[in-house]
T-cell receptor
């Protein structure tokens, strides 16, 4: 079982809805990430929270907004999404923050469908 | 400069055979090279990783070979089993920057 917990596992939403994805880790890791993964593709980085600083992939549209309430929680707020945003959204954590070695611990993902 | 090229895209191996997946990178600043294994409906899981000062690392049936001068690294799965059927991603990283290869879908025939 993964030590990164994501909820919900599945989410179906309309284009006008507002919803949130949640992620929690209790490994004391200093960095947390949101990735988007389309079928048969590698994960694409969306956001990184490392030592309480947010880094954004500039290609991510503003209808996605991350929130980091504390060092073990990471949310992804969704608003006015498009059908092409349907994907598997993966949360990950890393033990070393800015000194990250690329060792990512992924959750099982939230499967999002936008109608 | 930032790409990690992975091949083959898909691979079919008989049970008990050796599975080999290759990756090549361009940026010599990368200092950590992990491999991730992903089963359908699951998130990727770290399988094995290597640093460029080591030419080979073995963990059980999984071995990474690293050629720093050629900027290439590969994953070898010995005695491949049906349970190894999954998608494998190589990656290269430095600091917070991680670049994934496009993935290899491995199928082990029973």
């Amino acid at each position: 079982d993964t030590e990164v917990t994501q909820t919900p596992k599945h989410l179906v939403m309309g284009m006008t809805n507002k919803k949130s994805l949640k992620c929690e880790q209790h490994m004391g890791h200093r960095a947390m990430y949101w990735y988007k993964q389309k079928a048969k593709k590698p994960p694409e980085l969306m956001f990184v929270y490392s030592y309480e600083k947010l880094s954004i992939n500039e290609s991510v549209p503003s209808r996605f907004s991350p929130e980091c309430p504390n060092s073990s929680l990471l949310n992804l707020h969704l608003h006015a999404l498009q059908p092409e945003d349907s994907a598997l959204y993966l949360c990950a954590s890393s033990p070393q923050g800015r000194a990250n070695t690329g060792e990512l611990f992924f959750g099982e993902g939230s499967r999002l469908t936008v109608l | 400069q930032q790409q990690v090229k992975q091949s083959p895209q898909s691979l079919i191996v008989q049970k008990g055979g050796i599975s080999i997946i290759n990756c090549a990178y361009e940026n010599t600043a990368f200092d950590y090279f992990p491999w991730y294994q992903q089963f359908p409906g699951k998130g990727p899981a770290l399988l094995i990783a290597i640093r460029p000062d080591v030419s080979e690392k073995k963990e059980g049936r999984f071995t990474i070979s690293f050629n720093k001068s050629a900027k290439q690294f590969s994953l070898h799965i010995m005695d491949s089993q049906p349970g190894d059927s999954a998608t494998y991603f190589c990656a290269a990283s430095r600091g917070d920057k991680i670049i994934f290869g496009k993935g290899t879908r491995l199928h082990i025939l029973p």
